[in-house]
């Protein structure tokens, strides 16, 4: 693998079921994608429905301890310290007697700002078992970044790593300036080590969960399964993030619906060959938060955590856990298919390879599977969601039909698609903006019910801002952005079209297309490209050239522009807003 390949997904990756009664069998469930049904444009989920559990999320993991106490639960990558089940309880009802004691009550927002870690399950479980919601920060974020979350949110605490503590209480300074207030009423700091002296108004994490803090259960809970559990913020590539309120109901509805679908997909507990899954995805990002981290406590497994992607921790963890579910995003797979350090036997274990969070040619699934070394044996799939839906909408159909495909709808919901002018339900082959119904759909945004109502119809249609299509069998493709879709001459132009065809140039390490501004067609495409390291004989001409000859005339790419890296968000996501603004200074820089 060239260093230029190697180097754009180490840039992007840096900013980076159901329990005792309720339990599906579903590795024994057979779906046909002949099951999945559609009338007046509306498609029903080709899934069993499920019941959902009138229960809170640390309710339902509390069951798995009983049943699997003295399993490892959650290990780090680097240092090999964890956690048994058992462990993780006893510590997390610690943590919520000392958020107890200190006068946190119900309707209180803390805010988390820590990296990929064995703590993280404790922090989250212990403040939702003392009724508390829980606001996941980027632990990259800058001061003025993490001020907008830490203010909007309303959050009166918040747990930090401790190489993020500067920024933390910088980020504080700056909220109690703006609101001439000190709502913060506590700062933990999680640090495994002792040692440094702390500021003021700062405790330690393991001061509060030591042995001698008491650790009863309490005999019930203040909140309800329909109340706020989580508060995550969106991604904000088109503007400021907002903060996404999630119940109890609708995160254990969604990892319930999850295991309901056949095939691969439910996590295996200790008793049946215990999953050990890969934590590199951010657990403050909703796909790292609940598809592998809370996925995995509610039925078993064991996540292996990493705190950012580092080529040689990477590589390592592949070669020396035995990893058997892979929950990944674009770039990451991208690496594994274009690395010569990522060979068969570093996933000879692997037995599903999930790629999410953004839309992925079926090309470079492919590549990956080429690496496998027993490839019917692993189930490699796309699957659909975004932090709205809690976050998972569809998922494949096991056997999927093709890579491209991101499924069918999960249990007890809807997808349509619709004309985003109009509103009228799209048939078939037809492209519009998708929109799903379901008990996982958000409870709105936070604070802000002018968005929730631009997002969620009144009958509780949410419409994802996603364009995409579903073919007669049901199955889901999801193409681009509604935003980002360029409009040439009136005709639309998906840039995550062009991007995959032209990443298959060999001299290409990585590329972003945007839309600007022209006079005569409205707009017109221009890509960003990243070539390959020593590729010195690629032009842009030479560019044009090779996309011309695979896409039509109102597709043709009006301008190519070198650059060392495309920007893209923890999750994988080209962030174009960022490259449009290069792309404005760059033009103003030639003007002048």
């Given at each position: ?28 469930v057979?779906?046909?994608s ?10 029903k ?5 499920i019941?959902?559990?009138?229960k809170l ?5 509390w ?9 490892t ?5 680097i ?8 462990q993780?309880?006893r ?28 703590e993280?399950p404790?922090?989250?479980l212990g403040?939702l ?6 606001s ?9 970044e ?5 203010k ?6 918040v ?11 910088s ?11 000190k709502?913060?009423?506590r700062?933990i ?33 203040q ?8 508060l995550?913020?969106?991604s ?22 999850l ?29 790292g ?29 592949l ?12 770039p ?9 350090k ?10 599903n390879?999930?790629?999410g969070?953004a ?24 699957a659909?969601g ?20 991101v ?28 929109c ?6 958000m ?5 802000n ?6 997002m ?29 879709l ?63 000859e ?9 301008d ?24 404005k ?8």
């Open positions: 693998m060239s260093r230029g390949r190697l180097g754009k997904v180490e840039a992007c990756l840096r900013s980076l079921r159901q329990p005792s009664v309720c339990r599906l069998h579903s590795q024994h057979s779906v046909s002949q099951q999945c049904r559609y009338n007046s444009h509306i498609v989920s080709p899934f069993p429905d019941d959902i559990p009138n999320i640390p309710e339902m993991v069951e798995t301890v009983d049943r699997f106490p003295e399993s639960a959650i290990k780090c990558g240092t090999g310290r964890s956690y048994t089940f058992a993780i309880h510590l997390s009802l610690r943590f919520a007697n000392s958020l107890r004691k200190a006068g946190f009550t119900r309707g209180d927002v803390i805010a988390l700002v820590l990296p990929n870690s064995p993280f404790i922090v989250t403040a078992e003392a009724d508390l919601s829980l996941f920060v980027n632990h990259s974020y800058t001061p003025d993490m001020t907008h979350q830490l909007d949110s309303g959050s009166v605490c747990v930090v790593a401790a190489e993020q503590l500067k920024v933390v209480l980020s504080i300074d700056k909220v109690e300036k703006a609101t001439h207030s709502p913060f009423r700062i700091v999680v640090d495994t080590s002792s040692g440094e002296s702390l500021p003021q108004g700062v405790c330690r994490f393991s001061e509060l969960v030591a042995d001698g803090v008491d650790q009863t259960a309490k005999s019930g809970y909140v309800q399964p329909t109340d706020m559990a989580l995550p913020y969106s904000g590539t088109t503007g400021l993030s907002k903060g996404v309120c999630l119940s109890h109901r609708n995160i254990l509805c969604n990892i319930l619906q295991s309901s679908t056949g095939g691969n997909s439910a996590i295996h507990s200790p008793d049946q060959g215990q999953d050990v899954l890969l934590g590199l995805l951010p657990f403050y990002h909703i796909y938060l609940v598809v592998i981290l809370l996925n995995s406590l509610l039925y078993g497994g064991q996540v292996v955590t990493l705190p950012k992607f580092e080529q040689e921790s990477f590589v390592q963890t070669e020396n856990e035995k990893l058997s579910v892979l929950m990944l995003v674009p990451l797979i991208l690496f594994l298919s274009a690395s010569d990522v060979t068969r036997k570093h996933l000879a274990n692997v037995r390879i999930f790629s969070a839309p992925l040619g079926a090309s470079d699934l492919e590549k990956v599977k080429e690496k496998l070394p027993s490839p019917d044996k692993c189930h490699i799939n796309q659909y975004l932090t709205e839906m809690s976050p998972v909408a569809t998922v494949p159909i096991f056997p999927a039909k093709n890579l491209a495909t499924g069918a709808p999960v249990s007890n919901t809807l997808g349509k698609i619709i004309n985003p002018e109009t509103g009228e339900a799209l048939g078939p082959n037809q492209s519009g903006e998708l799903f119904k379901g008990p996982q759909v409870l709105g945004y936070h604070n019910p002018k968005a929730t109502a631009n969620i119809d009144p009958d509780g249609w949410l419409r994802t801002g996603d364009i995409g299509y579903y073919e007669e069998d049901s199955h889901f493709y999801v193409q681009d952005r509604l935003k980002e360029i409009k040439v001459k009136g005709l639309q132009v998906p840039p995550a079209e062009l991007e995959e065809l032209l990443r298959t140039h060999p001299l290409v390490s990585d590329v972003g297309v945007i839309g600007v501004p022209d006079p005569r067609s409205g707009e017109v495409p221009v890509a960003y490209i990243v070539p390959q390291k020593h590729s010195k004989k690629l032009t842009a001409e030479h560019v044009k050239e090779f996309l011309s695979r896409v039509s005339r109102h597709k043709q790419l009006a190519v522009i070198f650059t060392d890296s495309i920007p893209k968000s923890a999750a994988g996501k080209i962030l174009r807003k960022d490259l449009r603004e290069l792309y200074n760059q033009k103003k820089l030639y003007l002048h």
